[in-house]
């Protein structure tokens, strides 16, 4: 565990490496890079000087390197001229929306596709094997935001019983309770299309998994001691299937946390960081959106060091591989 808690620090090290070297070796040199031309035209001499003065550009390069990582460390992620604010307070105000929403997607997809995939794999070749298998492949083939613009139609246009943008209502004076069940409605048909798009990987995996665990030896002694159908189903056979996922689910956090998120909060208008890597793109607000990247990776490397505790947990022979 330790081995891979440094091996993920590196990797940290290395990704603030670039972050900090990368604008500097784009034309025009790292202020550009970070802000643009139009904001530099339109800001004043005095500005202009503080800003290269907060970035140590005054400095030797291993000056300026030092000081970025004491402000990274400090939290401080530069400042947004477009959102006249801290990047790290930007992205703590939108973070929270995005962590809510793709957490219960992921954890319900994840249920749902692991659930799904050990009784198709248990019953191979049976009629719901079939029609799961068919149905999940199906499902598989549309893009996310096509999903997204769907459920808006029908749930929210035609059926009416969904709002259709935004995390709560605006000017509605809720509390407690109201406000609550409020933002889950919010909630409802971005997490239900996202739980639509990642159930499929999940359930196809663990379909795969499971029935290739069913050809183990162990499998034929557990049956032959006589044990319960749902025991070796569930836990001989299926805590086994479930290895593949947790490893598919730390692989594809980052790829499900931007691209997931980026397409599903703006058919849906979430203001969560999908949305905000969005407008900054658009309004070239560089510092937020250099930010936000940093932040994600943390949160993936975070989400892959838990993973590796939990890996460990389900399959204690890894240990031995250390």
Request: hydrophobic letters at 50%; zero cysteines.
């Amino acid at each position: 565990m330790k081995k891979n808690i440094l091996n993920y620090l590196i990797a940290f090290f290395i990704i603030i490496s670039l972050n900090f070297f990368v604008p500097r070796l784009m034309p025009g040199g790292p202020i550009e890079a970070i802000y643009g031309s139009e904001v530099l035209l339109n800001i004043s001499p005095e500005t202009k000087e503080a800003i290269i003065s907060s970035f140590g550009l005054d400095k030797p390069l291993f000056g300026q390197y030092f000081q970025y990582l004491v402000s990274i460390l400090k939290g401080d992620f530069g400042y947004s001229f477009y959102q006249n604010s801290p990047v790290l307070k930007v992205i703590l105000n939108h973070l929270p929306w995005t962590l809510g929403l793709m957490g219960s997607a992921l954890f319900f997809s994840t249920s749902f596709g692991i659930l799904l995939g050990m009784e198709s794999g248990w019953k191979r070749g049976s009629k719901i094997d079939k029609f799961l298998l068919n149905f999940m492949i199906f499902s598989a083939s549309f893009p996310s935001f096509f999903i997204a613009i769907l459920f808006l139609i029908l749930f929210g246009i035609i059926l009416g019983l969904l709002p259709i943008q935004g995390a709560r209502s605006i000017y509605s004076n809720l509390g407690g309770m109201g406000s609550i069940v409020d933002i889950i409605k919010h909630a409802l048909l971005p997490m239900a299309s996202l739980i639509f798009v990642f159930t499929p990987s999940t359930y196809i995996i663990t379909r795969n998994s499971m029935i290739s665990n069913l050809a183990e030896p162990y499998i034929l002694l557990a049956k032959a001691k006589g044990l319960k159908e749902t025991k070796i189903k569930y836990y001989h056979a299926g805590k086994n299937s479930i290895i593949p996922v947790m490893t598919q689910t730390g692989i594809r956090f980052a790829t499900r946390l931007i691209t997931g998120a980026l397409f599903i909060e703006i058919v849906f208008s979430y203001p969560g960081m999908g949305s905000l890597i969005y407008n900054s793109i658009q309004l070239r607000d560089y510092p937020v959106l250099q930010g936000s990247l940093l932040v994600i990776t943390i949160l993936v490397l975070v989400v892959n060091i838990i993973l590796d505790f939990f890996y460990k947990k389900v399959d204690p022979r890894i240990n031995y591989a250390y």
